[in-house]
Antibody, heavy 120, light 108 residues
Framework: QVTLKESGPVLVKPTETLTLTCSVS??????????VTWIRQPPGKALEWLAY???????SYNTSLNSRLTISKDTSTSQVVLTVTNIDPVDTGTYFC????????????WGHGTMVTVSS | SYVLTQPPSVSVAPGQTASITCGGN??????VHWYQQRPGQAPRMVIS???DRASGIPERFSGSNSGNTATLTISRIEVADEADYYC???????????FGPGTKVTVL
């Protein structure tokens, strides 16, 4: 069974760096062309794609947030990490990770999400 | 960047048909994926590549894509279908995924 689980801090102060972890099971991050992506959703608002990383280490970032995002993977622990620098209250929301089979493919399996609040 | 448009809301009586549109410049030339998000839940894929139903999705859900509009159709709609629905495309030129703003479907 394929599962993804997000984890990270519940509360972050403005200007700090947010680090989120997606732990996957049921598939390997070394499988050819498998990828993991991050999406976020401010309360009551729409989904926003953030970044993805594939097994060959190919990465892409939302151009509107490019300079603040870093995505990486650790195949030994089956985890994908997303960092968001210089966090701001507008970054408050639920952060989801999901699986992609290949670039351009849909996000077929999603995690439940983790809620992050940015406040001093 | 590529922009998708969706109506903010659609209301339909139980048993009737809901059509949710997703507009974009020549979207018919792209593959469109659709996601359902029930209140308090994570999104789940319902339709991929314009019209392929995801595993476990009833046949009442169907999709089409042509010209500047893609459409998700829910036939014989049920109360359980009340949710937000998002369309998504892959903008390969810039390696970006784009979501539409979402449509809230209410079953009256």
């Amino acid at each position: 069974q394929v599962t993804l689980k997000e984890s990270g801090p519940v509360l972050v102060k403005p200007t700090e760096t947010l680090t989120l972890t997606c732990s996957v099971s049921g598939f390997s991050l070394t499988n050819p062309r498998v990828g993991v992506t991050w999406i976020r959703q401010p309360p009551g608002k729409a989904l926003e794609w953030l970044a993805y990383i594939f097994s060959n280490d190919e990465k892409s970032y939302n151009t509107s947030l490019n300079s603040r995002l870093t995505i990486s993977k650790d195949t030994s622990t089956s985890q994908v990490v997303l960092t968001v620098t210089n966090i701001d209250p507008v970054d408050t929301g639920t952060y989801f990770c999901a699986r992609i089979i290949s670039d351009g493919d849909p996000f077929d399996i999603w995690g439940h999400g983790t809620m992050v609040t940015v406040s001093s | 960047s590529y922009v998708l448009t969706q109506p903010p809301s659609v209301s339909v009586a139980p048993g009737q048909t809901a059509s949710i549109t997703c507009g974009g410049n020549n979207i018919g030339g792209r593959s469109v994926h659709w996601y359902q998000q029930r209140p308090g839940q994570a999104p789940r894929m319902v339709i991929s590549y314009d019209s392929d139903r995801a595993s476990g999705i009833p046949e009442r859900f169907s999709g089409s894509n042509s010209g500047n509009t893609a459409t998700l159709t829910i036939s014989r709609i049920e109360v359980a279908d009340e949710a937000d629905y998002y369309c998504q495309v892959w903008h390969g030129y810039s390696d970006q995924y784009v979501f539409g703003p979402g449509t809230k479907v209410t079953v009256l």
